[in-house]
């Protein structure tokens, strides 16, 4: 009896540990602790709109993922940090979600000088997944990182695709460029291509990201008079940049790529910016019904069509899920680093050929760059539309 009494004592102690040792459940309410998925995006700053963007993206996945069940019995939670378009906050939110709140794998960021600061701060260092999902500078995924990935096309694939439809078919040869500071490195990528066509810039000028008033480099470009001025840089001031130029009677045709490829452009600018070009991976113009039905879905809850951030968002985040649904996690948060290392090697061994909204996934071990198609758009009527297909460049 003795003996018993002891034994039943023993597991009485023993059971409880063990739950707790998993960090598997909600002592409260008997529930498996959900799966952490961070997030650093801008909800304010430059590129605010590709950051909330991407947010309500991920918030639409796990909605239909946790309406199923979730994963595994457990319910997935998006945790969301603002980085403010910022490298410096950036870093912090992406510590904060690495060591406090123990997340698994990072969505984000979504620009590419706060995703350069993350992969080098904290992907690389601590040994956490974070994929940015509209950084698209060469210099990224440069040097093989093992724990940063690219969900955009890269800048100069972009910008070759730009150079080759102003060079071949609109037959221009006069190019001028005006670009931001941190973003030199897509000015170099568009003057390598132009050397192809033994072209190069008349005049390349620089601003400050934020910067409204661009008369001063302007000034300097209209002596040259362009065909094309290559705007690299986002929304807001390439807005700007185009009305003041309009206004200094410059006609140039305005082009640019991914950083200005969103409807706010279409939205603040009006009939200004009426025909600018730009390059985009993910767009709602293309017909797949699976993106149609991404797309109502989206306008339905929010109100308005998704960019290409959401998109991207929206297919990496499900690349993670994938992960965590076909490997064989722990959840222990004791184990935590080889959780993460099993969603590393993941993306990196099983994603070849992942059929995504954007396009087909294209990450191994030695790329970690989704994909490198782009379509052509130009706005009209209002909103940017397919100019060329990827499937024709």
């Known amino acids: 009896m003795k003996k018993t009494l002891a034994l039943i004592f023993a597991l009485a102690m023993v059971l409880p540990l063990a739950a707790c040792s998993q960090g598997s459940s909600d002592p409260a309410s008997g529930e498996l602790e959900p799966i952490k998925i961070g997030a650093v995006l801008s909800q304010t700053g430059t590129v605010a709109h590709a950051g909330i963007n991407a947010q309500r993206a991920c918030e639409i996945l796990l909605e239909e993922v946790n309406a199923a069940g979730g994963i ?3 319910k997935v939670e998006l945790i969301v940090e603002n980085s403010n378009t910022e490298p410096e906050r950036a870093v912090t939110a992406a510590l904060k979600l690495t060591n406090e709140n123990k997340v698994l794998a990072i969505i984000g960021p979504d620009n590419t000088s706060t995703a350069i600061a993350v992969r080098d701060q904290v992907a690389e260092v601590d040994e956490i997944v974070s994929i940015s999902v509209t950084g698209s500078s060469p210099k990224l995924t440069e040097g093989n990182p093992r724990w940063f990935f690219r969900g955009a096309t890269p800048a100069n694939y972009q910008m070759s695709a730009l150079t080759k439809y102003m060079v071949d078919e609109l037959k221009f040869t006069k190019f001028a460029v005006l670009a931001d500071a941190t973003l030199t490195d897509q000015a170099d990528a568009l003057v390598a291509d132009l050397e192809k066509y033994n072209l190069k810039p008349l005049a390349i000028e620089t601003h400050k990201s934020g910067d409204t008033n661009f008369n001063g480099q302007l000034i300097k470009i209209k002596p040259y008079n362009p065909e094309a001025i290559i705007f690299i840089g986002y929304v807001t001031e390439c807005a700007s940049a185009i009305k003041q130029a309009r206004d200094m009677g410059i006609d140039a045709q305005f082009a640019g790529s991914i950083g200005i490829v969103y409807q706010e452009l279409c939205d603040i600018g009006g009939d200004i910016v009426e025909g600018t070009l730009g390059t985009i991976g993910f767009t709602v113009a293309n017909p797949d019904p699976r ?38 996690l722990s959840f222990d948060p004791k184990d935590i680093k080889s959780d993460r290392t099993l969603i590393r090697d993941y993306l990196e061994n099983k994603t070849y050929g992942y059929n995504g ?8 071990k030695e790329e970690h760059t989704a994909y490198k198609m782009v379509n052509v758009m130009q706005i009209k009527g209002g909103t940017w539309t397919i100019l060329v297909p990827s499937s024709e460049l």
Do not use: C, W
Request: aromatic letters at 10%; a negative charge; charged letters at 35%.
């Open 291 to 328: 993106v149609q039905e991404f797309a109502k879905k989206f306008k339905e809850k929010y109100g308005e069509e998704p960019d290409h951030a959401a998109g991207q968002a929206y297919d990496q985040l499900s690349l993670v899920l994938d992960a965590i649904r076909n490997e064989d």
């Open 72 to 74: 595994k019995g457990r």
């Open 357 to 364: 909204l954007t396009a087909m996934i294209n990450y191994t």
